[in-house]
């Protein structure tokens, strides 16, 4: 099977294994954080709020962490990066345990996971083309969003469960369990070659512009991160702010209902990875990666109508494949098109640029949310994401990416 053929490789299938695991204690998380912090405060800015500290400090430390990621050993830098979440969420559930976890300490430990993801993001996803060949990049690219999206549908529905049953401290436990397991996985994995950008004594500001300059010289590249660090927000942020209290305030449910919409979302992902990860050759990448997009800009929107727990976890569904479609694509595109050496710089300029603007997002989100109600912000969210992708294929660099 075409999708599978990545896990012949033992390196591969070590980064795979321990960043699937990882993936669930994440979901896990995130369900028992939304939730902690909904019983706790009670306010979607408070949510927004933590979202905001944990994607600043990433976005501020992304251009070094692309340039770290070119320069140093890219195993070690997320093998560090894993350990040091582990200690963090040991401290988080250690604290939750105790009852004396607050507001404060979330933001705290949300910065430093924002700082961390600045490193790790970058060499996690610039180190995947070099240890498999080039024919067999689909396939890893595929099995890597596979992975997160069946923790995706699995750890929501078993995080909600979690909570339900042991409370939100053992969820948390369960979380930093899983990096200590990430960074088990990474420890055997032989050394990888040294880039060319770590043989040479450039500075620092030299090694940023190689980066920038490789992404401005390709009109589909800068082109795209400026049009998603637009999307990013007004797709982003009623999902991570405003769906909580949509649960709660416009369909009267309860942390169940949310895992369970969480997972449809999931679904979608993984049945997208699944549809890309056969296709060898996927023609007419442009067209296909904004058609989904665009697409998805309608499920955001259909959220805000009244169609109920069904209609919604629908909805959610179809927005998971769209993603997943957008999100493979340019995934692989990438990883064809942008020389190894430039990689972890292209990737973190890519990062930045597509998020640059998620905690702006997040803030008016959840201010928006508290205002106008999550059905509103759903609907605004789903008609401005159409809009930004309609503009996006107005340029031929778009329609001619193939």
Same mark, same amino acid.
């Given at each position: ?241 405003? &769906?909580? +209290? /949509?649960?709660?305030?416009? @369909? ?5 209902? *949310? #895992? $369970? =919409? ?113 059905? &509103?912000? +759903? /609907?605004?969210?789903?008609? @401005? ?5 309609? *503009? #996006? $294929? =107005? ?8």
């Amino acid at each position: 099977m075409v999708l599978l053929t990545s896990l012949r490789h033992r390196s591969f299938a070590l980064l795979w294994s321990g960043q699937t695991i990882s993936r669930l204690g994440d979901s896990l998380y995130r369900v028992a954080l939304a939730w902690w912090v909904l019983e706790k405060t009670g306010s979607a800015a408070a949510m927004g709020t933590v979202l905001i500290f944990s994607f600043a400090p990433m976005l501020l430390f992304l251009l070094i962490g692309g340039v770290a990621v070119d320069r140093f050993p890219r195993l070690r830098l997320m093998l560090a990066s894993d350990a040091l979440r582990g200690l963090v969420a040991t401290a988080i559930a250690a604290l939750a345990f105790g009852g004396q976890l607050e507001v404060w300490h979330i933001y705290v430990a949300s910065i430093f996971f924002g700082f961390v993801s600045a490193f790790f993001q970058p060499a996690y996803s610039a180190t995947i083309p070099d240890i498999m060949p080039r024919e067999s990049l689909p396939s890893a690219n595929s099995l890597t969003s596979l992975s997160g999206e069946i923790t995706g549908i699995v750890g929501p529905a078993l995080g909600a469960a979690i909570v339900a049953l042991w409370g939100t401290s053992m969820a948390f436990a369960l979380d930093a369990l899983s990096f200590f397991i990430s960074a088990a996985c990474i420890i055997p994995l032989p050394p990888l070659p040294a880039t060319h950008a770590g043989e040479r004594a450039t500075g620092v500001l030299t090694d940023l512009r190689a980066g920038l300059s490789a992404v401005f010289a390709q009109p589909w590249l800068w082109l795209t991160i400026a049009i998603f660090a637009l999307v990013n927000v007004t797709a982003s942020g009623p999902r991570l702010v405003a &769906l909580p +209290f /949509l649960v709660r305030e416009g @369909l009267h449910a309860d942390v169940g209902t *949310l #895992g $369970l =919409l969480l997972s449809f979302e999931s679904a979608g992902l993984m049945l997208g990875s699944i549809w890309l990860g056969r296709k060898t050759r996927l023609r007419h990448r442009g067209l296909v990666a904004y058609g989904a997009s665009l697409l998805g800009g309608l499920a955001i929107l259909a959220i805000g109508l009244p169609i109920g727990v069904p209609g919604v976890a629908l909805a959610l569904l179809f927005h998971g494949f769209t993603t997943a479609l957008f999100s493979l694509i340019w995934t692989n595109t990438l990883q064809e098109m942008v020389p190894r050496e430039l990689m972890g710089r292209v990737v973190s300029v890519d990062m930045l640029g597509s998020f640059v603007l998620l905690p702006v997002g997040f803030g008016v989100a959840g201010w928006a949310t508290d205002l106008l109600g999550p059905q &509103l912000v +759903f /609907l605004a969210g789903g008609a @401005l994401t159409m809009a930004l992708i309609g *503009l #996006g $294929l =107005l340029h031929p660099a778009i329609r001619r990416l193939d």
